[in-house]
């Protein structure tokens, strides 16, 4: 499976993004995926994850309630709404699929940058 992030960019604090996440390989549609960031000088952070069908997703609690994660399985896609940015969410931002726990996935993106300006 490849995996491969766009809709990174710049906005203004308040402002909205939405990542995508173009997966190839026909398992996709099996397999739990997540969003996870990493700001410079930072460890990389778990954002959400999805499981495979769509009906359960988990946030972590600094975007709980502005982002929102989605897969459409007949497109082999999974997005990212980010709503109510702020500076703190800048980092580059990856997609990930096949979960082996929580922080550990088997496939990863090569990740989009989304700077949010102040």
């Known amino acids: 499976v490849q995996l491969v992030e766009s809709g990174g960019g710049l906005v203004q604090a308040g402002g909205s993004l939405r990542l995508s996440c173009a997966a190839s390989?026909?398992?996709?549609?099996?397999?739990?995926a997540a969003w996870f960031r990493q700001a410079p000088g930072k460890e990389r952070q778990f954002v959400a994850d999805i499981n495979w069908s769509g009906s359960i997703t988990n946030y972590a609690d600094s975007v709980k309630g502005r982002f929102t994660v989605s897969r459409d399985n007949t497109k082999n896609t999974v997005s990212l709404q980010m709503n109510s940015l702020t500076p703190e969410d800048t980092a580059v931002y990856y997609c990930a699929a096949n979960r082996v726990d929580r922080r550990s996935y088997g496939y990863w993106g090569q990740g989009t940058q989304v700077t949010v300006s102040s």
């Open positions: 390989g026909r398992t996709f549609s099996t397999l739990a």
